[in-house]
């Protein structure tokens, strides 16, 4: 549990470093941000194939660009970091998904007393059962809407968290939904 935790916490640092990068880049970004709910970018494929989403347009791979870059750990992002999707592959764990989604929100909740948890849900995508947690969090002063997904591919907990400004919340949530919904799971 402690190895989920600590990759949940990385994910975090992750999306706080990239609030800061957006911050300091957000009057250079362009009027036109905002891309259509349904993905017409990148299709994306890990796992040997077993994965697979498509990316918004604007988003590109990012991951070698961390320098504390784990081989279990994929990160897609905008130009500005405020858009990302980050794919975790973590080791096996006893708890199911009920637990570490509520888990999740527990530590979101201690990193942000204003969390506003917006969907706690158990979604199913190629018969294979996840759970996704979609909250608004709140870092350097600025709001995401973070949408989770947990579950389990080859016995390993996958996490994908989707995180976009949430400036209009009813687009973002539109836009994460659009992403969850492209989402191919073989088993």
């Known amino acids: ?13 992750v999306l706080g470093l990239a609030a800061c990068d957006g911050e300091s880049k957000d009057s250079k970004a362009p009027a036109g941000d905002a891309a259509a709910s349904a993905p017409s970018g990148q299709q994306v494929s890990l796992l040997d194939g077993k994965l ?17 870059q784990a081989n279990n750990m ?20 006893p708890d199911n ?33 996840l759970r996704q947690l979609d909250t608004i ?17 080859d016995g390993n907990l996958l996490t994908v968290q ?4 949430a400036d209009n919340q009813q687009q973002a949530q539109s836009q994460a939904e659009g992403i969850i919904n492209t989402l191919k799971i073989k088993k």
Do not use: C
Not at 1 to 13: F, N, Y
Not at 74 to 93: C, E, F, L, M, W
């Open 1 to 13: 549990m402690r190895k989920v935790t600590k990759l949940m916490g990385i994910s975090l640092l």
């Open 162 to 165: 989707i995180t976009l400004p």
């Open 74 to 93: 994929h990160v897609y992002a905008d130009s500005t970091g405020q858009r990302a999707v980050i794919v975790i592959v973590g080791d096996k764990t």
């Open 97 to 129: 998904l009920e637990v570490l989604t509520k888990r999740l929100e527990e530590q979101q909740r201690s990193r942000d007393a204003n969390l506003q948890v917006i969907t706690n849900k158990a979604i199913d995508v190629n018969g294979v059962p």
């Open 137 to 153: 969090i709140t870092s350097g002063g600025q709001k995401a809407y973070s949408s989770i997904v947990l579950g389990s591919v």
């Open 52 to 68: 697979a989403f498509t990316l918004p347009e604007g988003m590109a791979d990012q991951s070698g660009k961390l320098g504390s």
